[in-house]
């Protein structure tokens, strides 16, 4: 089978583009693959199985070049130090993606790095980025995990893998950094006009600029909605398309605390669950900077032009999180009073956030026993309830929106260690439960249920290494 790419990015800015080939594997084996992804691109999945993936994570592609705020520091170059754009394919439904490969070697942009990655974070972001586009967030997608037979040294040897990946596109805040960063406004025009042509045809730069803040608002909501924290929400781990990218240190919340962070490498808590949307305005401001050139030539204007768009966000967010919170509790109106009350007494009560909306369902249907014994305190709960159910929620409506299976933590662990260990079973079960997350189904209720205390109050993630 001749899979078609195209070289759209590397055409538009070969400066960025550092033609490179991956790391040949040693002895592959395939350990995932989204056969209905590969469907819709038009991939053969009895190809791949037979041989094509590994052709596949052994390809020729570019390296792209990006910079990035990292934990607010800025870094000129960073880049694909261990991952290649293939090229661009397109889709059943006509739509251009990118193909991309994470773990394939170093790459020149790779500094210290072994260019490499193990088996267990490339599970962790196939699962939960799976997990995420099943539950309507837009996201790239994971095509396939290979595991290559490298072994990749970290506190201790581990086995190496390949993640093959699709996604709108890979532009990134951090590239329009890189290009702005050189001086050569000739080549962040072309960026620019390469993302417009990708993802808003026919737009001006500062409207491409205002989509881009509308779709990050959008994004960063719809987390917020399902308690996902990203973890490491640097500049260059946030795209242009609105696609949630770089399943690192990722994770979802359990207990209802705005300040929950997991990450091993976050101390100050900077990308902590509550601080998400501001962390993304505080990005956008940096995409706007990188573009100021392209909005006006009188760079006043350009800036009171990127301030007017970059007020936008609040909106946008407020818009997306109110009416998200709104179909949650099942009900229509202003809900403001009523959230603020509910998040307070969740926070207070160690609610479980997940657990508390998939049982609120339950009790607009009239059972509201499961719902209040996530509460220590009952009278609060109760006189809470009290005022929600006057509303008239419509349970049925909640339960088409309140996910009952989310790639829990302790359950995520428990999957990549048995894939590390040769044993695909717990993975394979755990992301049939979270792709189809909504809807109790009997049988899974192990995949329904919170983490261990012990396991909760300990719990930390690693960066995607
Ligand atoms: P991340 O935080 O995973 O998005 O990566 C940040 C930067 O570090 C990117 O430029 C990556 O390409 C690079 N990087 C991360 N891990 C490695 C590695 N093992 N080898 C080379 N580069 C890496
Ligand atoms: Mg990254």
């Known amino acids: 089978m001749n899979i078609s790419l195209s070289s759209d990015f590397a055409d538009a800015v070969p400066e960025m583009a550092v033609s490179w080939e991956a790391v040949p594997v040693v ?34 592609g570019v390296a792209q070049a990006y910079a990035g705020h990292q934990f607010g520091g800025y870094s000129p170059r960073l880049g694909d130090g261990r991952a290649l754009l293939l090229g661009e394919l397109t889709d059943a439904g006509g739509r251009l993606l990118d193909l991309h490969l994470k773990g394939s070697g170093r790459t020149p942009f790779a500094r210290g790095g072994d260019g490499l990655a193990a088996v267990g974070p490339m599970l962790r972001e196939y699962l939960v980025s799976e997990a995420m586009h099943a539950l309507g967030i837009p996201t790239t997608r994971a095509l396939a995990v290979v595991s290559t037979g490298h072994v990749v040294q970290r506190e201790e040897p581990l086995a190496g893998a390949v993640l093959a990946r699709v996604a709108a596109s890979h532009l990134r805040v951090g590239s329009f950094q890189y290009a702005r960063n050189t001086g050569d406004l000739d080549l962040l025009r072309r960026l620019a006009g390469h993302a417009i042509a990708r993802h808003h045809p026919g737009s001006t730069c500062l409207e491409l600029f205002s989509h881009v803040v509308a779709a990050q608002a959008s994004l960063v909501a719809r987390w917020m909605l399902v308690g996902f924290i990203h973890g490491v929400m640097n500049t260059d781990n946030m795209t242009i398309s609105g696609e949630t990218i770089d399943y690192g240190p990722c994770a979802f919340m359990e207990a209802y605390d705005p300040t929950t962070k997991y990450s091993s490498i976050d101390h100050r808590g900077r990308y902590a669950y509550g601080n998400q949307p501001i962390i993304a305005e505080w990005n956008l401001a940096r995409l706007a900077e990188a573009l100021l050139p392209l909005f006006a030539d009188d760079e006043d204007e350009a800036v009171s032009l990127a301030l007017a768009t970059l007020r936008t966000f609040d909106e946008h967010f407020q818009e997306a999180w109110i009416g998200g919170m709104r179909a949650k509790l099942g009900v229509s109106g202003d809900v403001k009073p009523l959230l603020q009350d509910l998040l307070a007494l969740m926070h207070e009560n160690n609610v479980d956030f997940t657990s508390f909306f998939h049982l609120l369902g339950k009790a607009a249907r009239g059972d509201a026993e499961p719902v209040r014994s996530l509460f220590l305190d009952l009278a609060a709960a109760d ?80 960066c995607g290494t």
């Open 27 to 60: 002895e592959p084996e395939l350990l995932a693959l989204n056969e209905p992804l590969a469907r819709e691109l038009g991939l053969d999945p009895a190809w791949l199985r037979a041989g094509g993936l590994s052709f596949l994570v052994s390809s020729k």
């Open 383 to 462: 006189a809470w309830l009290a005022r929600w159910r006057e509303l008239g929620p419509d349970g049925e409506a909640m339960d088409r929106v309140n996910p009952v299976y989310v790639p829990r933590n302790h359950l995520v662990e428990e999957a990549l260690a048995a894939g590390a260990d040769g044993d695909m079973g717990p993975f394979d079960r755990l992301l049939k439960a979270v792709t189809s997350p909504f809807g109790e189904r009997p049988g899974l209720e192990y995949f329904a249920a919170p983490a261990p205390q012990d396991f909760s109050a300990t719990y930390r993630t690693y």
